[in-house]
């Protein structure tokens, strides 16, 4: 008895010194940054958090913490239970199904912790959040496939088909609906054929691209909605005598992708390649969001909470053959934004 | 000594025994069965969906199926024995990713993905065949020295390969950095859309036919099916017998996973997902029993087909994915209750 | 013949096809109330076919059965039990995990609210059991029970729930002969209480001992109904039966001057004590015993499969290994249980013979169709297997037309020592005939037979030396010969001294 006394009264002790320690430390520390990512085994994500910290020290002088939540939803929970504890003076969340931590969430707002989300909100949290731009960018990738379509072909009317999330809120939103808008915007009387199924992969895509090519071998436009749905896409036309293009000229059709890995950059500007153009997500300008929109709020130029508040979006970046001047720029965009050092592809 | 009673009517007539049934044997008679349903599917999908009777969708199918039925060989070997392999799904990504991580070009620095170990890529092939067999191994281990049964342990194998190609390939893809060579398997053409997937499975199912027939090894896998325990005393090694199918059968799905790979020119971790099951359907679907010692590799041959003419008519028709799998759940289970039906009509 | 009150069943004109083959043809005989009623034919004379009628497993093609006078047929088993009829199958239907009373009850479990309630019936079903077997306690599991006694619970069942008639088919088939004469003791009593039983069993002795009435079938065909205390002996039953050579008398043969092939030192493992023995080249050794004496065990210990200590010298060499070593050291084993050990049920004859010696029909270990195929007409030759192709599978042929294919495996093995585990269980006398004159004809080429079994007949048939085991310990060794006790042997068998 005696000796769990003792023990106790030495552990508050500690306690207390590490808290005043702690709190101490708080007043003279740069401000502390939580930066939250679904996974760090996503290059995209990982390179936004790599121009977060970049960013954060040269233009604030705060520092970074990357919080990974290894695609798994109590990993991130306790991410933010643990940010919280370490005394993040912000955080820029992305966590998803975020109910459960929405009561520590209140907590820490009481806290004066600033906290804004990225790409999933946290339900009834309504704090300042941020969308990559998706939209605009389907929209510009289905005007231009049609304007190109028309301009190489104006006797052949357009028939277009997506391949990739049929049933999918935000693929709907963000890339099946606009697409569809964008294409009809310069050409409303072309053919529709609707999204198909292939979100089991690249070798479903194949399937699904060489059925549908065989039944309608007048399609022309394709938008196909994820990078590991194009590496299935483009062997299935190519298989069957397509997917190429007379040097930049359409041929057979024009596919568009999303993601936009380095492969899609090298593949896009290849002029005998039908795959013409990708919706990549720029990391840098993520990054520069995500941390300006805490900035703001801590400067009070955002409110922390506001339920009317619209959603901000980063805007997507369109790499297209016919949207950038040269191969030489896009290789520059991507190498500064995912911080790579590819050379130029010579074709 | 010898108490001989003798009755005119209890003479037996010696009759001439012969080799034939007269009538065709079960499995004959099923194969032709399941002819005859591929002969109907293929002759109301040529009716009703538009472009299908052409030689084109022909090659196409043969080229979507191919995969599927080089799979399919070793999983109905498998089967043969009255046992399970649901890991080769996972082994075909796992070897996909594989083959990509060895070929990958290691002179890239910043992102992981994009940087692999830069072995030539044939070596690169090789490793990663031994690697598949290494999955079968376990899972031979595991059922034959710890007795486990088949459907825990390959569930587990399918779990053990995926996890390495998801950790291998960040839950991604890798497919910056491969060496040209890496997509020649996939870009070989022989004529039109026919690859050399389509030639390894010609190949590899007369090679099966041959084995599942005429060989030692083949009639040991009827032999095991149909009763383990009197194979066991017969002096057959049931055991090692079953820890070469397992291991046969994942370096089969890594022969799969190397020639999609290079079609794709990519090695993806969400590949082949629902693989091991769709192996295991056209096993059964083509007639091969799941309670072992009655099949063909000719079986499966014909249940792919059976579900291929499917899937493809169903995206010809561009129908939504959930009547996609409604159709072939559907056919799936009028095929077997039909096979049933007729077997046990024929064996009354 | 009585007035028709008295006979319980009728059987007018039955027929019953299958495709090809008239299994039941035109058959007609009554059956007395309270008798036992012995129904005996060789394997494919009907019986089966006949009683899966009755008990609503097939149904009749033309014909008439009266029961209690009224037209009766039974779509299911279920109906059969509800008009009375109970079967007990060779294959027991009791459920292994549960208690002895959960099986007595089961399927007809009275329920309120869905819960299980323990009722009159329960009771009734506890007490009929205590006075047939009172040594069989409600709530132990089955599962520890010998299969005689799962036997006698089964028994229980179909008595206590007023079964008129009660079907047996080969019910001492796995029974010592202990068990088999506690078994006659209750159906003697089932009897006196209004139960008429119908017997079927290739055990002729048991139906000249146990049976009332008996009804001889041949080939689908009635081919006599009469009382038991008119047939003179075994071998008119026999004649009625097949009308064909039956057993061979055991003729003594000098073996001692022999050279030995295998001898036994000391084997020993939880079954098993220190048994030591040997085998002379061309000698046919017996090992009698009851079930649970040891008999299974020391041929498995033998053939590879169970751990032991001691050894076993063969040829001159230690045996280690498994069936596989044993096999290609030159022994083959007839298994216990043909079914689940010694078959392939869905494999044709063709693919069954040559399992056990694949080197003859292969070259570089690809199969020669025509060595397959001769193999396959040479065994169904020389054995006299009944089937017109070699494509049959195993499950389509009778008991004794599978064992002889059991024996065709290993006699293509080409081996030197076989071992017979029971080897005509569940065999009509036809095929039993033929089995011990094929032993006979291979001891006479030189091989050693081994015989377990717990048939004393079959014993005495064949075997020139007689091994007696009684719970795993060797008690004597007994040189076969016309004089030989009978009583003796049964008496050492049985635990006695």
């Not at chain 1, 939540?69 to 991130?76: E, L, Q, W």
């Not at chain 1, 950038?324 to 592809?345: I, K």
Request: charged fraction near 20%; proline fraction near 3%; aromatic fraction near 8%.
């Amino acid at each position: 008895m005696k000796r769990t006394l003792v023990v106790c009264v030495v552990l508050l002790l500690c306690a207390s010194v590490v808290f005043a320690q702690a709190s101490r430390e708080r007043a003279e520390q740069p401000l502390k940054i939580g930066y939250f990512v679904s996974t760090l085994d996503n290059s995209f994500h990982q390179s936004h958090s790599v121009w977060a910290e970049r960013y954060a020290a040269e233009e604030y002088g705060a520092q970074v913490q990357v919080f990974d939540g290894r695609s798994d939803v109590t990993t991130m929970a306790e991410n933010f239970d643990q940010a919280y504890a370490q005394g993040m003076n912000m955080v820029s969340l992305h966590i998803w199904q975020g109910e459960s931590i929405r009561p520590t969430a209140l907590e820490a707002l009481d806290d004066g912790m600033i906290i804004t989300s990225y790409f999933d909100k946290i339900p009834e949290l309504p704090v300042p959040h941020i969308m990559p731009g998706e939209a605009e960018i389907s929209f510009e990738m289905g005007r231009i496939a049609a304007e190109q379509w028309i301009q190489a072909h104006p006797n052949k009317p357009i028939v277009f088909v997506q391949v990739g999330w049929p049933d999918h809120e935000g693929v709907t939103t963000g890339r099946s609906q606009p697409f569809y808008e964008g294409v009809m915007s310069v050409a409303p009387d072309a053919e529709y054929l609707g999204v198909m199924d292939a979100s089991r992969g690249a070798d479903h895509a194949f399937n699904v691209i060489q059925d549908l090519v065989q039944t309608r071998p007048d399609i022309n436009i394709i938008y196909s909605q994820a990078d590991n749905l194009t590496v299935g896409t483009m062997p299935a036309l190519r298989q069957m005598g397509r997917g190429v293009m007379d040097n930049g000229v359409p041929l057979t059709e024009i596919v568009a992708s999303v993601d936009c890995p380095w492969t899609e950059v090298v593949e896009i500007f290849d002029p005998s390649s039908s795959l013409k153009m990708s919706m990549g997500l720029p990391p840098k300008e993520t990054a520069i969001a995500r941390i300006d929109l805490m900035m703001d709020v801590y400067n009070g130029k955002v409110s922390q909470l506001d339920a009317g508040a619209e959603v901000i979006y980063v805007p997507n970046t369109l790499i297209g053959y016919w949207t950038q001047d040269t191969v030489e720029e896009a290789v520059a965009w991507y190498n500064e934004q995912f911080g790579e050092n590819e050379t130029v592809p010579t074709y | 000594m010898t108490v001989l009673t003798t009755d005119q009517e209890g003479m037996k007539q010696i009759k001439h025994v012969s080799d034939s049934k007269g009538t065709i044997s079960n499995l004959t008679f099923i194969i032709f069965a399941m002819v005859g349903v591929l002969v109907i599917v293929f002759t109301i999908a040529s009716m009703i969906v538009p472009r299908f009777f052409d030689l084109a969708t022909m090659s196409n199918l043969l080229v979507q199926q191919s995969e599927l039925i080089i799979i399919g060989i070793g999983v109905t070997f498998i089967v043969i024995t009255g046992r399970l392999d649901l890991s080769v799904g996972g082994v075909v990504a796992m070897a996909g990713v594989l083959s990509a991580y060895f070929a990958q070009a290691n002179t890239r620095a910043e992102f992981s993905l994009s940087s692999g170990l830069g072995l030539p890529y044939w070596l690169a092939v090789v490793l990663t065949l031994i690697c598949c067999m290494g999955i079968g191994a376990v899972n031979a281990l595991f059922i034959v020295k710890f007795k486990i049964a088949s459907i825990i342990v390959t569930l587990g194998g399918m779990s053990l390969a995926r996890g390495i190609a998801m950790i291998i390939a960040r839950g991604a893809q890798r497919n910056v950095g491969l060496p040209p060579e890496f997509g020649f398997f996939g870009r070989f053409s022989i004529i039109g859309t026919i690859n050399l997937a389509v030639c390894f499975m010609i190949v590899l199912v007369l090679i099966a036919l041959f084995v599942e027939k005429k060989t030692v090894f083949g009639r040991k896998l009827f032999l095991i099916g149909s009763n383990k325990t009197a194979a066991d005393l017969s002096g057959i090694k049931t055991d090692r017998q079953i820890a070469q199918l397992y291991i046969i059968s994942s370096f089969l799905a890594g022969v799969t996973g190397i020639l999609m790979a290079s079609k794709f020119c990519s090695g993806n971790s969400s590949i082949a997902g629902g693989y091991e099951f769709d192996a295991l359907v056209i096993t059964v679907l083509g007639g091969t029993s799941i309670h072992g010692g009655f099949g063909s590799v000719i079986c499966a041959v014909i249940g792919a087909f059976i579900l291929g003419i499917l899937s493809t008519s169903v995206n010809m028709l561009g129908y939504p994915p959930a009547s996609q799998l409604l159709v072939r759940g559907f056919v799936i289970v009028i095929a077997i209750l039909a096979q049933r039906y007729a077997l046990n009509k024929r064996n009354v | 013949m009585g007035s028709s009150n008295e006979h319980i069943l009728e059987i007018r004109n039955l027929v019953k096809d299958f495709p090809g083959v008239r299994a039941v043809n035109d058959v007609s005989f009554n059956i007395k109330k309270n008798t036992v009623h012995c129904l005996v034919g060789e394997n494919g004379a009907g019986k089966s076919t006949l009683i899966k009628i009755l008990t609503g497993a097939y149904q009749r093609t033309e014909g008439t059965i009266l029961l209690r006078g009224e037209e009766y047929s039974a779509r299911n088993p279920k109906e059969a039990r509800d008009n009375g009829i109970a079967t007990l199958f060779q294959e027991l239907n009791v459920v292994d995990q549960l208690t002895v009373e959960e099986n007595l009850t089961l399927g007809l479990e009275d329920t309120k609210f869905g819960f299980i309630r323990s009722s009159t019936k329960i009771k009734r079903m506890v007490e009929t059991l205590k006075d047939i077997e009172p040594s069989i306690h409600p709530k132990h599991r089955v599962s520890r029970l010998s299969v005689a006694k799962k036997q006698i619970v089964e028994i229980a069942k179909a008595a206590a729930s007023e079964a008129e008639i009660i079907i047996m088919d080969e019910p001492t088939a796995s029974l010592s002969e202990k068990e088999i004469n506690r078994l006659f003791t209750i159906i003697r009593e089932l009897r006196k209480k209004n139960v008429t039983v119908i017997y079927i069993s290739h055990r002729l002795d048991e139906i000249m001992e146990l049976g009332d009435m008996v009804t001889v079938m041949r080939d689908g065909k009635h081919i006599a109904t009469k009382p038991v205390s008119e047939v003179k002996d075994r071998s008119e039953l026999i004649h009625m039966m097949i009308g064909k050579t039956v057993f061979e008398e055991y003729v003594p043969r000098e073996t001692s001057s022999m050279e030995p092939l295998l001898t036994a030192k000391g084997i020993s493992n939880s079954k098993l004590k220190d048994l030591s023995f040997h085998v002379n080249k061309g000698e046919i050794i017996g090992f009698y015993g009851l079930v649970g004496s040891g008999k299974t065990e020391l041929a498995s210990a033998l053939y590879g499969i169970d751990r032991y200590s001691g050894e076993f010298v063969f040829k001159g060499k230690p045996l280690k290994g498994g069936p596989s070593d044993a096999i290609a050291s030159g022994i083959a084993l007839v298994p216990e249980e043909r079914r689940t050990q010694g078959i392939f049920p869905n494999l044709t004859i063709r693919m069954n013979i040559p399992v056990m010696n694949m080197k003859h029909i292969t070259k570089r270990n690809i199969i020669r169709d025509h060595l397959d195929r001769k193999t396959a007409k040479e065994y169904i030759t020389k054995l006299n297997i009944v089937t017109d192709t070699t494509e049959k599978e195993l499950s389509k042929l009778s008991g004794g037309n599978q064992q002889k294919v059991v024996f065709s495996k290993c006699l293509f093995a080409d081996s030197d020592l076989l071992i017979l585990d029971e080897p005509t269980r569940g065999v009509d006398v036809g095929a039993k005939s033929e089995i011990y004159s094929i032993v006979r004809h291979l001891s006479e080429q030189g091989t050693s037979i081994i015989v377990f079994s717990s048939e004393l007949q079959e014993i005495l048939y064949s075997c020139d030396r007689i091994y007696l085991l009684f719970d795993g310990v060797l008690k004597a060794e007994i040189k076969n010969g016309p004089d030989v006790d009978t009583a003796k042997i049964i008496h050492i068998a049985t635990g006695g001294m």
